[in-house]
């Protein structure tokens, strides 16, 4: 395996059937954006848990903000996997 298929989605698999959670930015580059399709597309038939979000207006950079942004998408995603409700936090 060349450093090129090391780094492809294609070739990274997760190491457990846990849910996965693909988040990308708006505001992202058509490149990172592209990736997480690929991830998508490569991991979907192996985890029957995975899905893909996209943050408006956020990129690599600013997408952190979303984990705390009160009723972002983001934190209710995360919310949903920890079993949290979110009324609680």
């Excluded at 990308?24 to 848990?49: A, I």
Aim: net charge negative.
């Amino acid at each position: 395996m060349d450093i090129a298929e090391r780094n492809s989605p294609v070739f990274l698999k997760p190491a457990n059937s846990c849910p996965l959670l693909l988040v990308t930015g708006t505001d992202e580059t058509d490149e990172f954006k592209d990736q997480t399709v690929e991830m998508y597309d490569s991991w979907k038939n192996e985890h029957s848990c995975i899905e893909v979000l996209q943050i408006p207006g956020k990129n690599h950079y600013s997408i952190l903000d979303a984990v705390v942004e009160r009723g972002s998408s983001l934190q209710s995603a995360i919310f949903h996997l920890m079993n949290i409700e979110e009324q609680q936090v």
